[in-house]
């Protein structure tokens, strides 16, 4: 059974860290671009951070350029997302998703992806 399991959400304090990762089973990354999405309460869903299966090139939206990273370790077939100086408009489900034969800018802007984890709440609150 192919799948994605998200972890590491919660609820921080503004200015707060969390670390997401995203386990994949039943099916190898290694071949895939992979992205984290998320989605606020009445809100769309939004591409935040995209990484791609060769180069390593990675896209970023803006509102989370220099306070977010991508990462992935294919040994570990997993996927994580650093987030630093987390800010109350950071508060949505996160989940991650996997396509192939995609650009990082294609899927996280047109919100493309094959597989996807059902997602795990970050909630940014003082």
């Known amino acids: 059974q192919l799948q994605f399991v998200e972890s590491g959400g919660g609820s921080v304090q503004p200015g707060g860290s969390l670390r997401l990762s995203c386990a994949a089973s039943?099916?190898?990354?290694?071949?895939?671009?992979i992205g984290w999405f998320r989605q606020a309460p009445g809100k769309g869903r939004e591409g935040v951070s995209c990484?791609?299966?060769?180069?390593?090139?990675?896209y970023y939206r803006d509102s989370v350029k220099g306070r977010f990273t991508i990462s992935r370790d294919n040994a570990k077939n997993t996927v994580y997302l650093e987030m630093n100086n987390l800010k109350p408009e950071d508060t949505a489900v996160y989940s991650c998703a996997a396509a192939g034969f995609t650009t990082v800018q294609a899927m996280c802007i047109m919100l493309m992806g094959n597989y996807w984890g059902q997602g795990t709440q970050v909630t940014v609150s003082s």
């Open positions: 039943g099916f190898t990354l290694d071949k895939y671009t």
């Open positions: 990484i791609s299966d060769g180069d390593g090139s990675r």
